[in-house]
C-alpha cells in the first residue's frame, strides 16, 4: 500500500503581501492583509473583502490596487483548481503592472505564471524562465521577487536531480530573507529545505529546520506558518517511525484548522490521520477520515487535491481485493484529474 502523505510546500507565491512598500495602496493595506491572510487557508472566505475592495478599485480608477486585485484572483482560482483561469489572471495583471510601470507587481505576476504553468512544461525550460525573472528581480533591487525567484529556481534544481544546487539556492534565499528582515520568507524557505532533506533521509538535519521554523511562527504569531510546519513535523516523525507522535501533531493541528476555519490546512490534517490510520491497521477509521478530506475538499471548492484521495482510497480497494470499487474510485480521479496540473 503506498501512502499518501500532504506534505506541504510553499510554493513561490503562496505567501506573498504583494502590497507592502506601495504608496498608491496605503490607504487599503488592512484590507489587503485580510485578503492576503486567507488565500491559503480558505480562499473562499476571501470574496466579501475582495468584492468591497473592487468597488474602491473602480471609485477611486485606482489602477495599481486593480492590479494587485487581478494578482490575487489569479491566485484564488489557482487554489480552487482553475488554473487555466489563474494564467490568464496572471498575464494580465502582468500586461497592467507593465502599462502603469510598476517593477515589482510585474514580476510578482509573472513568476506566479511560471507557477501555474510550471508541471506541463520542460523543468530546464522553467529554470531559464525563473532564472531571467531573478535577474530582472535583481537589476530592479527587488528583493522579496529575488526570494521568489530563488525559491521556484531551488524546485526546477531539485525536479532535475541537481540536488546540491538546490540546497544552495534555498540557503542563498534564506540569507537573502535575513537580511531584509523578511521572517516569514525565511520560515517558509525553512520548511521547503527541510523537506528536501527528508527526501534526502537527513532527518535530523530536517528536525533542526522544522523546529526552527516553527519558533520563527510563533514569534511571528503566523498560525498558518507554524500549522504548515507542523504538518511537515508529523511527516518527519512517520519517516522516522514515530506514528503516535505524528498523530499527535496531526490532531493538534486538525483541531487549530478547525477553530479557526482553515479548510485548506483542516484538508491536509484530515488526509494526514487517514494515512496514519491505516498505518495502524484501522481501516474504518481510515475510510473516515478520507471520507471526511474529501467532503471537505469538495465544500471549500480544494479540487486539485480531489484526485489524490481518490487514488490513495482505490489503494486501499486494492490491496483489498474489491476491484470493481477500485475502479470507480479512478475513474473519480480522473474525472477531478482536469483541475490539477500534474494529472497523469
Keep these: 500500500f503506498q501512502v499518501l502523505l500532504c506534505t506541504i510546500l510553499f510554493s513561490s507565491f503562496s505567501y506573498a503581501q504583494v502590497y507592502r512598500g506601495i504608496k498608491e495602496v496605503e490607504p487599503y493595506q488592512d484590507m489587503l492583509e485580510k485578503v492576503d491572510n486567507l488565500l491559503q487557508l480558505d480562499p473562499q472566505q476571501c470574496k466579501p473583502h475582495m468584492m468591497e475592495l473592487e468597488q474602491v478599485a473602480k471609485g477611486k480608477k485606482n489602477e495599481t490596487l486593480e492590479t494587485i486585485l487581478e494578482i490575487y484572483r489569479g491566485t484564488i482560482n489557482y487554489y480552487t483548481g482553475q488554473n487555466d483561469s489563474a494564467a490568464v489572471n496572471f498575464e494580465n495583471a502582468t500586461k497592467m503592472a507593465a502599462e502603469i510601470d510598476n517593477k515589482r507587481l ?10 501555474v504553468i510550471d508541471r506541463n512544461a520542460d523543468p530546464n525550460i522553467m529554470l531559464g524562465l525563473m532564472s531571467e525573472e531573478h535577474e530582472m528581480a535583481k537589476s530592479n533591487k527587488d528583493t522579496i521577487n529575488m526570494i521568489y525567484s ?21 540557503v542563498t534565499a534564506m540569507q537573502l530573507a535575513k537580511e531584509s528582515g523578511n521572517k516569514f520568507e525565511y520560515g517558509f524557505l525553512l520548511n521547503n529545505l527541510a523537506l528536501l532533506k527528508l527526501r534526502m533521509d537527513s532527518n535530523d538535519d530536517a528536525l533542526d529546520d522544522l523546529n526552527e521554523g516553527i519558533s520563527i511562527a510563533k514569534d511571528l504569531n503566523n498560525i498558518r506558518l507554524e500549522l504548515t510546519l507542523r504538518e511537515n513535523l508529523g511527516y518527519y516523525y512517520t519517516s522516522v517511525d514515530s506514528i503516535e507522535l ?40 481510515s475510510d473516515s477520515l478520507l471520507q471526511l478530506a474529501l467532503d471537505k475538499a469538495k465544500e471549500t471548492r480544494l479540487y486539485y487535491a480531489i484526485p489524490a484521495i481518490y487514488v490513495t482510497r482505490a489503494q486501499i480497494e486494492l490491496e483489498k481485493e474489491n476491484f470493481k470499487v477500485m475502479d470507480q474510485f479512478l475513474d473519480s480521479a480522473k474525472h477531478y484529474g482536469k483541475y490539477v496540473s500534474e494529472n497523469e
Design 106 to 115: 510585474r514580476s510578482t505576476s509573472a513568476i506566479r505564471k511560471l507557477f
Design 150 to 170: 530563488l525559491n521556484g529556481m531551488a524546485m526546477y534544481n531539485e525536479r532535475l536531480d541537481s540536488t546540491m544546487q538546490s540546497i544552495d539556492l534555498y
Design 246 to 285: 505524528a498523530e499527535s501533531e496531526f490532531n493538534n493541528a486538525l483541531e487549530i484548522a478547525n477553530d479557526r476555519s482553515y479548510a485548506h490546512l483542516a484538508f491536509n490534517s484530515l488526509v494526514n490521520l487517514g494515512v496514519v490510520a491505516r498505518i495502524k491497521g484501522e481501516a474504518e477509521k
